[in-house]
Each structure stands twice: as structure tokens, then as C-alpha cells.
Nanobody
């Protein structure tokens, strides 16, 4: 599967953005999916994840209550709705696919994801 993230941009603190991740291929609906981010000068970190059917979600503590992950398997698209954005949310955001076919999961571990998209920059000004 090939992944293409979009929707990043510059926003003021307190604002909102919705990121999208478009997937190629017919098997998107079988992939568990995740969002990660890499702030400037820092390591990549987990943001949110969702199982193949949307039944499981998982969030980093830093984004709980502000971000929401969802997916539309008919449109082969993953979403990340980001509200109440803070300057510390500034990062390059990446979507990733976990091709495990045995069970649904919403993992925070980057090593379970075997397909990664290019990043989209999110900048939150204070």
C-alpha cells in the first residue's frame, strides 16, 4: 500500500486542522493504521491509531480529548481531526499502515507499522 498524507499547514494556537491520508490499493480496509509525528529536533512519537474496522482507537496522552482519528474504508482514507492545537503540536505528521492480518489493533509502537507515507508539516503559532 502507498500512503499520501495531506492537510497540514500553519494555524494559530487554539485552531483546528484535519489531516488526511489517502491509501492506494484495494486492501486499505484490512490495515490497522496510525499517525505519528516528529517535532523539530526530536524523535518521532506516536499520536493516534485505529484498527482496521475502526473498533479500536488509541491516543497519546498529550493529544487525548483534542485529537480524533477516524477512517473511511470506502474512500481508502485515514483522518486525524486536530482541535485546540498548541505550539507543541508543531511537527511533521506521518501516517502508517500495519499489515498484520491476524487481529485488529491500534498500536503505539512504530515498529509494527510496515508502510509509511511522506509527512505533512503542521505548524502552530502562539
Amino acid at each position: 500500500v502507498q500512503l499520501q498524507a495531506s492537510g497540514g499547514g500553519l494555524v494559530q494556537a487554539g485552531g483546528s486542522l484535519r489531516l488526511s491520508c489517502a491509501a492506494s490499493g484495494r486492501t486499505f480496509g484490512t490495515y490497522n493504521m496510525g499517525w505519528f509525528r516528529q517535532p523539530p529536533g526530536k524523535e518521532r512519537e506516536f499520536v493516534a491509531a485505529i484498527s482496521w474496522n475502526g473498533g479500536l482507537t488509541n491516543y497519546a496522552d498529550s493529544v487525548k480529548g483534542r485529537f480524533s482519528v477516524s477512517r473511511d474504508n470506502n474512500l481508502n482514507t485515514l483522518y486525524l481531526q486536530m482541535n485546540s492545537l498548541k505550539p507543541e503540536d508543531t511537527a511533521v505528521y506521518y501516517c502508517a499502515a500495519d499489515s498484520n492480518r491476524y487481529f485488529g489493533r491500534a498500536s503505539a509502537r512504530s515498529d509494527v507499522y510496515d508502510h509509511w507515507g511522506q509527512g505533512t508539516q503542521v505548524t502552530v503559532s502562539s
